[in-house]
C-alpha cells in the first residue's frame, strides 16, 4: 500500500493520530527532506526508515518503488509541508502505483491553501488554487487577466524575495482588489495581512522573512451585466473604441461581448 500522509506546515503538533501511526508503521518513509522528517519523527518519538524523493531523482524512485509496493511493502509518501502532490512532488508515483493495481490511501491533514483561505477574511465561496505564481512578469499579468473572469478568490504560492514585485503587479492590474499576505502560518511569528492589493504592495515593498500563501479576493468578475454595461460606457465616455471596451470587459467579467458591443443583455 502506497500511503498519502499530510503533516504539518509549521507546527509539528499538528499532524493527525492516522499519520502518525502510518510513518510507526510503514516499512519506508519517502521524504522531500529527510532532514526535515526526522525532526518531525523524532518530535512524535518515531524510528522510521527514511528515504529521499523529490522533483530530482523522482522518476528513478519511480522504478524502483513500484515493484516495492506490487511485492507487498507498505510505504508512506511525506512532503516538507501539508499535502504531497499540491505543488510538491509524488503525482509519477501516485500514478505509477495504481495502474500497477497497488493500493493508494490518502490521509489528510494541515493545508496551507486552506488555512490561508479561512485566515484571509476572503473564503466562503468558490476559490481557485493557482499554484505557485509565475516568475516572468508576462506570464504573471496573463494569470490576473485571466483569472480576473473567474469571478472567485484565488489561493498562491510565492517566495518572500518575489512577493513584492507580484503584489506590484497585481496592484497596476486591479490596486482595489482584495488581498492577504498569509506569512508562517502556524508559526510563532504567523503573520496575516489584509488589504487592497495597493496597500498589500506598500506595507511589502521589501521582502518579507518566512514562507507566504498570497490570498486574492475575487475580481471583475462579480459584475453583474448591468455592472459590465456600466463599465464599457465608463471606458467608452474615457475614449476607448467600443469594440476594445466590449472586449476588455467581457474577458474580465464573463459577459457575452456581442451583447456588450451591443449595449444589450
Given at each position: 500500500?502506497?500511503?498519502?500522509?499530510?503533516?504539518?506546515?509549521?507546527?509539528?503538533?499538528?499532524v493527525?493520530?492516522?499519520?502518525?501511526?502510518?510513518?510507526?508503521?510503514?516499512?519506508?518513509?519517502?521524504?522531500?527532506?529527510t532532514?526535515?522528517?526526522?525532526?518531525?519523527?523524532?518530535?512524535?518519538?518515531?524510528?522510521?526508515?527514511?528515504?529521499?524523493?523529490?522533483?530530482?531523482?523522482?522518476?528513478?524512485?519511480?522504478?524502483?518503488?513500484?515493484?516495492?509496493?506490487?511485492?507487498g511493502?507498505?510505504?508512506?509518501?511525506?512532503?516538507?509541508a501539508?499535502?504531497?502532490?499540491?505543488?510538491?512532488?509524488?503525482?509519477r508515483?501516485?500514478?505509477?502505483?495504481?495502474?500497477?493495481g497497488?493500493?493508494?490511501?490518502?490521509?489528510?491533514?494541515?493545508?496551507?491553501?486552506?488555512?490561508?483561505?479561512?485566515?484571509?477574511?476572503?473564503?466562503?465561496?468558490?476559490?481557485?488554487?493557482?499554484?505557485?505564481?509565475?516568475?516572468?512578469?508576462?506570464?504573471?499579468?496573463?494569470?490576473?487577466?485571466?483569472?480576473?473572469?473567474?469571478?472567485c478568490?484565488?489561493?498562491?504560492?510565492?517566495?518572500?524575495?518575489?512577493?513584492?514585485?507580484?503584489?506590484?503587479?497585481?496592484?497596476?492590474?486591479?490596486g482595489?482588489?482584495?488581498?492577504?499576505?498569509?506569512r508562517?502560518?502556524?508559526?510563532?511569528?504567523?503573520e496575516v495581512?489584509?488589504?487592497?492589493?495597493?496597500?498589500?504592495?506598500?506595507?511589502f515593498?521589501?521582502?518579507?522573512?518566512?514562507?507566504?500563501?498570497?490570498?486574492?479576493?475575487?475580481?471583475?468578475?462579480?459584475?453583474?451585466?448591468?455592472?459590465?454595461?456600466?463599465?464599457?460606457?465608463?471606458?467608452?465616455?474615457?475614449?476607448?473604441?467600443?469594440?476594445?471596451?466590449?472586449?476588455?470587459?467581457?474577458?474580465?467579467s464573463?459577459?457575452?461581448?456581442?451583447?456588450?458591443?451591443?449595449?444589450?443583455?
Amino acid at each position: 500500500m502506497l500511503s498519502v500522509c499530510a503533516t504539518p506546515i509549521g507546527n509539528l503538533d499538528d499532524v493527525t493520530l492516522r499519520v502518525l501511526e502510518e510513518l510507526r508503521s510503514a516499512d519506508v518513509v519517502l521524504a522531500e527532506d529527510t532532514r526535515h522528517t526526522r525532526g518531525l519523527l523524532e518530535r512524535h518519538g518515531i524510528r522510521a526508515t527514511l528515504l529521499s524523493y523529490h522533483e530530482h531523482n523522482e522518476a528513478a524512485r519511480v522504478a524502483e518503488l513500484v515493484p516495492r509496493l506490487a511485492a507487498g511493502e507498505r510505504i508512506a509518501l511525506v512532503t516538507d509541508a501539508g499535502m504531497p502532490l499540491v505543488s510538491d512532488p509524488g503525482a509519477r508515483l501516485v500514478r505509477a502505483a495504481l495502474d500497477a493495481g497497488v493500493p493508494v490511501t490518502v490521509l489528510p491533514g494541515p493545508s496551507a491553501v486552506e488555512t490561508a483561505l479561512v485566515a484571509s477574511g476572503l473564503g466562503g465561496g468558490r476559490y481557485a488554487f493557482v499554484g505557485f505564481l509565475p516568475r516572468k512578469r508576462g506570464e504573471l499579468e496573463a494569470l490576473w487577466r485571466e483569472t480576473a473572469g473567474w469571478g472567485c478568490v484565488l489561493v498562491a504560492f510565492e517566495s518572500p524575495q518575489r512577493l513584492p514585485a507580484s503584489l506590484r503587479s497585481l496592484a497596476a492590474f486591479d490596486g482595489a482588489r482584495e488581498a492577504a499576505v498569509c506569512r508562517e502560518l502556524t508559526k510563532k511569528f504567523e503573520e496575516v495581512a489584509r488589504g487592497t492589493a495597493a496597500e498589500l504592495a506598500d506595507r511589502f515593498a521589501e521582502p518579507p522573512k518566512g514562507e507566504i500563501t498570497l490570498v486574492v479576493g475575487a475580481g471583475a468578475a462579480s459584475l453583474d451585466g448591468e455592472g459590465a454595461l456600466a463599465a464599457v460606457e465608463e471606458l467608452v465616455a474615457a475614449g476607448t473604441p467600443r469594440r476594445a471596451a466590449a472586449d476588455v470587459v467581457a474577458r474580465l467579467s464573463g459577459t457575452a461581448r456581442n451583447s456588450l458591443y451591443r449595449g444589450t443583455l
